[in-house]
């Protein structure tokens, strides 16, 4: 029983062991030990001078220190073999620490599953999101200051001065659409940062306009983003931030509505440095896994045409192009969903498919 390789279908069999045993065993109530963070990090960065149109400069330097804030949860079924592994969780934009969450809504929460496969979480805030700094939106919100950022969060969390209450040595780095293309770009330049990658909600293909409106957080939502600069953004329109992020019919009403009241914001540096998370990472020899939503309008949208594919061709194995060294490099097209995915029915099914495949490469 204690062969790493025949535990993919523990968190299932904790599952009906806690139905079975209730009364016996307070597990079955018990919730991830969750605590709070600010980790201030002191970073130095070469951004892109974005004015620059006819190649990418890189000249504008970033020296800053900046606070981090990041959401840890020990997990409620201790694994000793886990025991010096941890989940790194990075959201996308418009998102915070509260995409793995779903702000505590069970079912479409991977902190939960991750604390049931008895995996710890750190899911941290990116650099202009959530509770973590705010600077200049274009100049600093870019994605090498990204990078350098979680560079300097990774190495602390495996030093002896790590704020966590372990030291942790194999971090599995899981990411969802903006958060996986910083994966990418995280290991195209620091290789060895992270054990392995779980990239979701990502392909090698990105579509360049969405259809829904963005405007500035602060007249979105005045009473929450009043204080921040006009180059922080939101969508403006539900049906667009829907349009995007959701597969029609196939989630829940009320899910929506609450993921839509804690959206968060996106820098303009963000997303004008977004395709430097599309770059071949040849260095990264850990394993990767690609897991996304069928009808991903973002990363599987061949001019307005819709469909990711199969796990044997179309946008997914494609994206082994960006991961040539990757070891083993696998892809799942989750029916049923579209971008966000965590938030749609089929998310239950994708993170069990995710725990599964970590316990296949070793984690
Ligand atoms: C960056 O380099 C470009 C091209 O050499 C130059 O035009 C631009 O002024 C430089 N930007 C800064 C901030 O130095
Ligand atoms: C930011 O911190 C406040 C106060 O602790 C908390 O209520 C809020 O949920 C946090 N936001 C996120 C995105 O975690
Ligand atoms: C774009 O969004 C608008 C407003 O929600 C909708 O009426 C229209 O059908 C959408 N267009 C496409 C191509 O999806």
């Known amino acids: 029983m ?8 523990l968190p299932l069999l904790l599952l009906s062991a806690l139905c079975l045993f ?3 065993t307070p597990l079955a109530t018990r919730q991830p030990m969750c605590t709070d963070f600010t980790i201030p990090v002191t970073i130095h960065a070469q951004n892109q001078d974005l004015s620059v149109v006819t190649a ?7 020296d800053g220190t900046f606070n981090i804030f990041a959401r840890y949860c020990e997990p409620q079924v201790n694994l000793p073999y886990h025991g010096d592994i941890l989940q790194f969780l990075v959201h996308g934009l418009t998102y915070t620490n509260k995409y793995w969450t779903a702000d505590g809504w069970d079912r479409n929460s991977w902190v939960s599953w991750a604390s049931v496969s008895g995996y710890p ?3 941290i805030d990116c650099l202009g999101s959530g509770n973590s700094s705010h600077p200049d939106p274009n100049l600093v919100v870019q994605m090498q200051a990204q990078v350098e950022t979680l560079h300097r969060i990774l190495t602390l969390i495996r030093s002896t001065n790590s704020p966590l209450p372990r030291r942790y040595n194999k971090i599995i780095y ?6 996986s293309l910083l994966g990418n770009a995280l290991v ?9 990658l779980v990239l979701t909600g990502y392909s090698s293909s990105l579509v360049t306009s969405i259809n829904a409106t963005l405007l500035p957080a602060q007249i979105t939502n005045p009473s ?3 204080s921040l600069p006009p180059e922080y953004l939101q969508f403006a329109d539900k049906e667009g931030f829907r349009d995007t992020f959701y597969h029609v019919n196939d989630y829940s009403e009320d899910i929506f509505e609450l993921d839509y009241s804690l959206q968060g914001t996106m ?5 004008a440095t977004i395709t430097q998370g599309l770059v071949v990472a040849s260095g990264f020899t850990g394993p990767v896994y690609v897991v996304t939503g069928k009808y991903d309008t973002l990363f599987c949208n061949s001019g307005g045409a819709v469909d990711c594919g199969t796990n044997t061709a179309g946008f997914l194995p494609n994206t082994r192009q960006l991961f040539p060294a990757a070891n083993p490099f696998d892809v799942a097209v989750l029916d049923n969903a579209g971008h966000c995915w965590l938030m749609h029915y089929a998310g239950i099914i994708g993170v069990v498919k995710v725990m599964g495949w970590l316990t296949t490469v070793g984690y």
């Open 174 to 179: 899981a990411g969802h659409s903006y958060g």
């Open 2 to 9: 204690a062969r790493v390789s025949n535990l993919r279908w």
């Open 267 to 271: 820098a303009t540096g963000e997303v």
């Open 22 to 24: 209730s009364n016996a």
């Open 121 to 123: 979480t750190l899911a």
């Open 188 to 196: 195209t330049k620091y290789p060895t940062d992270v054990n392995v």
């Open 224 to 226: 929450k983003f009043g």
């Open 56 to 62: 990418p400069t890189f000249n504008i330097t970033v």
